[in-house]
């Protein structure tokens, strides 16, 4: 049997976006809690749909055969600069390289908009998510030898420009 995986861009409030950003809260509430000391639904209320629309952002899902197993987004975070957000591949789907797939068409998409980097945070409770950035070319910006609890939130950026272009 074959799959279908196909790109879809789509509003943050839109119907294929719900499943992923309910499995990001439910997810986030029991990796952290009160870690931060707010829920997950704070920080995914935190910006509106608006902020994630083009011209200077995006949201997008993945979908197999018609449903949605990942997706991310990115905002402007300044005039050079997207922030990746929402990252994410449902549970069943994991280990396929997804991830890897969902932030390689964002950058695609950021780079399109005429962005040169991009920005990232992530928890200390999310290695995989770590392991994501790092395999995917992005510098961290903080010592990778310390604990993760003891770094907190972890940063990183990468730049889009790609050394011929430089010159």
């Known amino acids: 049997m074959t799959t279908q995986l196909s790109v879809r861009h789509v509003s943050a409030d839109d119907t294929l976006a719900k499943p992923l950003l309910a499995d990001l809260e439910r997810e986030y509430d029991g990796r952290y809690g009160e870690f931060f000391g707010e829920r997950a639904s704070t920080e995914l209320s935190r910006y509106p749909a608006s902020d994630f629309a083009p011209p200077h952002g995006a949201f997008l899902v993945i979908l197999e055969d018609g449903e949605p197993v990942a997706g991310g987004a990115f905002k402007r975070f300044d005039?050079?600069?997207?922030?990746?957000?929402?990252?994410?591949?449902?549970?069943?789907?994991?280990?396929?390289?997804?991830?890897?797939?969902?932030?390689?068409?964002?950058?695609?998409?950021?780079?399109?908009?005429?962005?040169?980097?991009?920005?990232?945070?992530t928890g200390p409770r999310q290695p995989e998510a770590v392991a994501l950035y790092l395999a995917s070319?992005?510098?961290?910006?903080?010592?990778?030898?310390?604990?993760?609890?003891?770094?907190?939130?972890?940063?990183?950026?990468?730049?889009?420009?790609?050394?011929?272009?430089?010159?």
């Open 137 to 167: 070319g992005y510098t961290p910006r903080f010592d990778t030898s310390l604990p993760a609890e003891q770094i907190g939130i972890h940063a990183f950026d990468k730049s889009l420009v790609t050394e011929g272009a430089r010159a």
């Open 79 to 121: 005039d050079r600069t997207a922030e990746l957000k929402r990252v994410w591949t449902h549970p069943d789907h994991r280990g396929r390289g997804l991830g890897r797939r969902v932030v390689a068409e964002l950058e695609a998409v950021a780079r399109y908009r005429g962005y040169t980097a991009v920005t990232l945070t």
